[in-house]
C-alpha cells in the first residue's frame, strides 16, 4: 500500500499540442493539459457533463513520446503523482500551481493522421 501514497490515473484527451523544451541541463520537459470528462444525472434526472482540466508535465522518454506521438486531441491513460509548486510571475505575484508528473503514458483510440 505504499506505493498508494501518491497516484494520479487519468484517461482524457489532449487540449493543444504538447511543449516541448530541453532543459539547460539537458533533459527534455513536455508539458500539456488532458481533459475528463464526468457524465451524471442531476437533481432533476438531467443528464450532466462536467469536464475537468488537469495540468501534466512529463520529462525523459516520455516527453520523447509526447513529443513524437501526441497531438491536440489524443486520447490518452496516464499515471503519476500529483506535484505542487510555485513561482513568482513577473509582476512579483507568488502563484501556486498542481500538475501531475508522468510516469506512464498509454496511448488510446484511433492513430492519430500525420
Known amino acids: ?3 498508494l501514497k501518491n497516484k494520479v490515473q487519468l484517461i482524457g484527451n489532449l487540449g493543444n499540442a504538447p511543449e516541448v523544451k530541453n532543459t539547460t541541463s539537458g533533459k527534455k520537459l513536455a508539458r500539456f493539459s488532458i481533459a475528463t470528462n464526468e ?3 442531476n437533481a432533476k434526472g438531467e443528464k450532466v457533463k462536467e469536464t475537468t482540466w488537469h495540468n ?3 520529462w525523459g522518454k516520455i516527453a520523447d513520446i509526447v513529443e513524437k506521438y501526441l497531438n491536440k486531441g489524443s486520447e490518452v491513460a496516464i499515471e503519476g503523482k500529483l506535484i505542487s509548486r510555485s513561482y513568482t510571475d513577473k509582476a512579483g505575484i507568488k502563484k501556486f500551481i498542481s500538475e501531475v508528473e508522468v510516469n506512464e503514458l498509454l496511448m488510446l483510440g484511433n492513430k492519430a493522421s500525420a
Open 1 to 3: 500500500m505504499y506505493t
Open 39 to 41: 457524465i451524471y444525472r
Open 56 to 58: 501534466l508535465v512529463a
